[in-house]
């Protein structure tokens, strides 16, 4: 038992190593990010610029982080492709054309297999951008924009295996796709193009795509008795009820207003608490509302943080639809 808890204490120690280290390097990349900025400039033009795609390509650790960041890229609206260097130089550098924008991973700058993709953009003038370690490699000279990470190291405790160095170059990457996204100004809207499956495809939905619709809205005039929304609670189920004059939507009734209602009234007779009270009486005036092009997952986010089990959707201040927060949780939005 004693070696098991020393082991763990082993385990737990290296694994806090690891983490104090990999954060070491990307304070370091933080830092130098001033010594940076004629390059990263370059970069983001060259890539928001372009007519084409962005051909991302690196070998081994780099080239799985190369690819990683070529589907960032996509989902943020800058259309990317991953280049396998070694699979460029026999046909696939076919798909790479002058009007791309390559982006090169290689934390030495030597990497061999990328020898034939640099002498292809230098033939057909393709613009080369150097993600690398070291500022005067083969790379980095070759490059429009090199983008130079600052000597680390990592978190290999022999300094040898990429750990670190690959963290760097993922968020660089991750931050240059960010910048373009923000150049571009691909918003909300844009990723709900790009995403329109799973949790944050619901997320992004418009609260018009999902609503309870006209027919199905528990709705009172405002001089209707009391009786005539405890009738539309138990119709329609919502646990709501909003209150109109003239169509515009005034305020709403839940169940809670309603027992609260009957508990300061229970010694009134019932034809007076039900039937000669009008609804504007016991309404919650400026309740939360919501619009058609509310995102879903801002929906979400509003009901939880009220602790409200439902809001309507009003347009031109009038009720068009209702949303609840079982409605949003059965479409996936998270």
Not at 31 to 41: W, Y
Not at 59 to 87: D, I, R, W
Not at 233 to 244: D, E, Y
Request: aromatic content about 2%.
């Amino acid at each position: 038992m004693p070696n098991l808890m020393s082991e763990c204490i082993k385990a737990l120690e290296a694994v806090q190593n690891a983490i104090a280290t990999d954060a070491e390097g990307l304070s370091a990349l933080a830092a130098g990010l001033p010594l940076m900025t004629d390059s990263l400039e370059a970069a983001i033009e060259l890539i928001a610029g372009m007519d084409g795609r962005l051909i991302v390509t690196g070998l081994g650790k780099s080239g799985h982080v190369a690819a990683k960041l070529a589907a960032t890229f996509a989902s943020t609206g800058t259309p990317a492709n991953f280049l396998h260097p070694a699979e460029a130089s026999h046909g696939d550098l076919g798909m790479v054309q002058p009007s791309d924008v390559i982006l090169a991973l290689s934390w030495s700058g030597e990497t061999t297999e990328l020898s034939d993709v640099l002498g292809y953009a230098k033939r057909r003038a393709v613009p080369l951008v150097a993600l690398t370690g070291v500022a005067d490699s083969t790379l980095a000279r070759a490059a429009d924009a090199a983008l130079v990470l600052p000597k680390v190291r990592e978190a290999c405790p022999h300094n040898l295996a990429p750990t670190t160095s690959t963290l760097m170059q993922m968020a660089m990457g991750d931050a240059l796709a960010i910048a373009i996204l923000q150049r571009k100004g691909f918003g909300p809207e844009s990723f709900h193009s790009f995403h329109p499956g799973g949790s944050l495809g619901a997320a992004l939905k418009h609260v018009g795509e999902i609503m309870h619709g006209a027919a199905a809205l528990p709705i009172v005039e405002a001089d209707a008795p009391v009786i005539a929304a405890i009738s539309e609670l138990s119709a329609k189920g919502f646990g709501i009820v909003g209150v109109t004059v003239d169509g515009v939507l005034n305020g709403v009734v839940t169940d809670g207003d309603v027992r609260r209602y009957l508990e300061k009234n229970a010694d009134a007779t019932m034809k007076g608490a039900l039937h000669e009270t009008q609804t504007r009486a016991i309404m919650t005036v400026g309740s939360v509302t919501l619009t058609p092009t509310t995102l879903a997952g801002e929906a979400l986010a509003t009901l939880q943080a009220r602790r409200i089990s439902a809001a309507f959707v009003i347009d031109q201040d009038r009720p068009v639809g209702l949303v609840t927060l079982l409605r949003l949780l059965n479409r996936g939005t998270a």
